[in-house]
C-alpha cells in the first residue's frame, strides 16, 4: 500500500504509525490548500515580507528567497513557515488579484478561455431561442451602450427585395412596421389587427419625397389629419407648379386655400372679370369669404357666404372703380370707399404787399374743386410753391365747392409763385 493518495498526495495512517494525528493533520493542511485554491498571484517570484496565515502563492519559473529551488510549486505559509505543494495537472485555481481563473497545465498555468461564442445556433436570455428568433431576450428593457463615442444598430438584408424591419407588436401580432419592405424605400406602416396593413409614410429611396396615407394625394385633398406638401390648396408653388383650378366658385364643400379661376369655373365672377385668381376661407361649416383678384389686375373684389347662401360680389377699390375727371380746375379721384383727393395747379399773387409783420399776396385766390366735395362738408386743403422760396401759402377750405389760398413771405417777393395744391375730404 503506497504511503499518500494518488492525486492529492496526501499522507495515510499506517496500522502501526505512533502519533497518527501528525499524519492527519498534515492530510488536512495539504486539503486546506488545494480545496477551493485561491492564490494571491500567478507565477510569483519574491516571497512577501509579511506574509498572513493561508496564503498561497503560485511559483513562476525562478523563485528567489524563501521559495528558491521551488519553482512551479505552490507556496502556503503554514504556522509561521513555507509549506510547498506541488500541484497536478488539471487542478484549477483563481487568481485574487484580477479574478481569472487559471487551469494547471502540467509545468505552467494558463488562463482560461472564454466559451466559444460564435456561430452559435441561438442565444436565449431568459427565454428559448428558435430557428426564425435565434436571438430572444426576455426583459423589461435593452441597452446597447456606445464605447466612448456613436452607437449604431444595422439590419442588413440581402437584397432590394428582402425586408430590413422594426416591427412592433401586441401579443405577438404586429401594430407597426418601420424600414424597407420588398425595396429600399423607407416606410412607416401601422395596422388595427396585424392582418390588413396601411402605409402611413414612404420616403423614397431616390428623390426623399415622401408619399402615403398620412400625406396629402393631391393639392385639395382636404382629409382631416394628412400632411400638407408644397402646392397645397394652391399655396407654396414656384413658377414650375401650377395652381389648382377651381370647379364652381358656389361650391360651398370648397377647401380653404388659393385657387385658379379660368373659363372653366363655374359660378359667377365680379363684374368684368373671366380669369383670376379666387382666394377661399372658411369661417365655419357653411360660413365662406372669397376674394377675387382679376388676371388683367383691374377686378378685386369680395363676396361671403352666411346661412347656405352666397351674397354678392362687392368691388375693392382697383383701376376698374375708382373715378377720375379732369378738367380746367384740375383733376378729381373719387375711391369707392367715398374718399375724393382733387389736385391742381395754380398761380398765386406775389407776396409783396404788407401784412402785418409779413407780406402776403394782395388777395386770396378762389380754386373752384374739379369735383364737389358731400355737400355740408369742408375737405383739407394743402398746398406747396414749384417756383419760389422763402414763401408758405395760407389756405382756407371754404366750403364743398371751392378753396382759397394766399401766398405769404417774411420778405417781400415780387414774382406770382406757382403752387400746388390739394384737397382731400368725402365725396360720398
Known amino acids: 500500500m503506497p ?23 498534515e492530510a488536512l493542511t495539504r486539503l486546506d490548500i488545494a480545496v477551493q485554491l485561491a492564490v494571491e498571484g500567478i507565477g510569483a517570484a519574491t516571497p512577501p ?19 528558491a529551488g521551488q519553482a512551479g510549486m505552490l507556496a502556503a505559509f503554514v504556522n509561521e513557515s513555507w509549506l510547498f505543494v506541488e500541484p497536478g495537472e488539471g487542478w484549477l ?24 461564442l460564435e456561430n452559435l445556433d441561438g442565444v436565449g436570455i431568459n427565454a428559448g431561442f428558435d430557428t426564425t428568433n435565434r436571438l430572444t431576450v426576455s426583459a423589461p428593457a435593452t441597452l446597447l451602450n456606445h464605447e466612448g463615442a456613436g452607437h449604431q444598430l444595422k439590419i442588413n438584408k440581402a437584397s432590394a427585395a428582402d425586408t430590413a424591419s422594426l416591427l412592433f407588436q401586441t401579443g405577438f401580432g404586429g401594430r407597426a412596421e418601420m424600414g424597407n419592405s420588398g425595396n429600399d424605400d423607407f416606410a412607416v406602416k401601422v395596422s388595427a389587427d396585424g392582418a390588413a396593413w396601411v402605409t402611413a409614410l414612404s420616403l423614397d429611396a431616390a428623390t426623399g419625397l415622401a408619399t402615403g396615407a398620412a400625406v396629402q394625394a393631391d393639392a385639395g385633398d382636404a382629409a382631416p389629419g394628412r400632411l400638407m406638401v408644397t402646392g397645397a390648396f394652391g399655396w407654396g408653388q414656384d413658377g414650375a407648379g401650377a395652381v389648382p383650378v377651381m370647379a364652381d366658385l358656389d361650391d360651398p364643400a370648397q377647401p380653404a386655400g388659393s385657387y385658379a379661376v379660368d373659363a372653366t369655373t363655374l359660378g359667377p365672377r365680379p363684374t368684368g372679370a373671366i380669369a383670376g385668381l379666387c382666394l377661399s376661407m372658411r369661417l365655419g361649416a357653411d360660413d365662406l369669404v372669397q376674394i377675387f383678384i382679376g388676371a ?58 404788407a401784412h402785418g409783420a409779413l407780406f402776403a399776396g394782395v388777395a386770396e385766390t378762389a380754386w373752384s374743386y374739379p369735383a364737389p366735395f358731400a355737400l355740408g362738408t369742408r375737405p383739407t386743403v394743402s398746398a406747396s410753391a414749384t417756383t419760389a422760396s422763402g414763401v408758405w401759402i395760407a389756405t382756407r377750405a371754404g366750403d364743398e365747392t371751392a378753396g382759397h389760398l394766399r401766398a405769404m413771405a417774411a420778405l417781400s417777393q415780387p414774382g406770382a409763385p406757382e403752387v400746388t395744391v390739394t384737397a382731400i375730404g368725402r365725396w360720398a
Open 3 to 25: 504511503d499518500t493518495s494518488p492525486r492529492l498526495s496526501l499522507p495515510f495512517i499506517l496500522p502501526s504509525q505512533a502519533q497518527k494525528h501528525v499524519t492527519h493533520n
Open 49 to 67: 515580507a509579511l506574509p498572513q496565515a493561508g496564503q498561497v502563492w503560485a511559483l513562476g519559473p525562478a523563485p528567489t528567497g524563501a521559495w
Open 93 to 116: 485555481a483563481i487568481d485574487k488579484s484580477d479574478g481569472r481563473l487559471f487551469r494547471h497545465a502540467g509545468t505552467d498555468w494558463v488562463p482560461l478561455s472564454s466559451p466559444v
Open 296 to 353: 388683367d389686375g383691374a377686378a378685386l373684389a369680395f363676396r361671403t357666404r352666411s346661412g347656405g347662401a352666397w351674397g354678392v360680389w362687392q368691388a375693392v377699390q382697383g383701376a376698374h372703380n375708382v373715378t377720375r375727371s379732369t378738367g380746367p380746375d384740375g383733376e378729381a379721384l373719387r375711391y369707392p370707399d367715398g374718399t375724393q383727393i382733387c389736385r391742381h395747379t395754380l398761380t398765386l399773387d406775389a407776396p409783396d404787399t
